[in-house]
């Protein structure tokens, strides 16, 4: 899977997970969020962007995304769910990474294209249900601008 970093340009996961650790290390007393959201984008087939940010709250932080194409049909259902397993999956890995490289106090979120307007409302009990279920806080709009603002500006 390659990452893009505006900054670094492409990336593999480990390059990735390494800058992110060298920018927590560099302030390790800061507090930090680490987002991951997954947006997605239908034409032929969908193109899926998960970005992961990293947020040294009151000082700026990085993102990198990854971005691929998938037939999940033309449900926006199916698409919300394969967007949020998407995202588990990522969380999960950094989430086993972060414990390895002795940072596991760094908390994962998730954040989910969906809110309280609009065509996603009926499922936001379902799908906020299937993130938390695994352990991790689920955010939806507004509050989630890793999938509706950083991730949802590179399915375009």
């Known amino acids: 899977m390659v990452f893009i970093s505006p900054t670094k340009g492409q990336l593999t996961f480990e ?22 959201g997954t947006d997605s984008q239908l034409r032929e087939s969908a193109c899926f962007v998960t970005a992961i940010v990293i947020h040294r709250v009151g000082k700026g932080g990085r993102y990198y995304y990854t971005r691929d194409q998938e037939n999940v049909g033309k449900s926006l259902r199916k698409r919300i769910f394969h967007e949020a397993s998407r995202s ?15 940072l596991a106090g760094v908390e994962i979120e ?19 249900g ?27």
């Open 15 to 36: 390059a990735m997970f390494q800058d992110i650790v060298d920018f927590i290390l560099q302030h390790p007393d800061d507090h930090y969020r680490l987002i991951v």
């Open 88 to 102: 588990l999956a990522l969380a999960s890995e950094l989430s086993d990474r972060l414990a390895e490289a002795d």
């Open 110 to 128: 998730i954040h989910l294209d969906i809110g309280s307007s609009g065509d996603t409302r009926s499922i936001i009990k379902e799908v906020t």
């Open 130 to 156: 299937l993130v938390t279920g695994t352990g991790f806080p689920a955010y939806i709009k507004p509050e989630a601008y890793g999938a509706s603002s950083v991730a949802d500006r590179h399915t375009k």
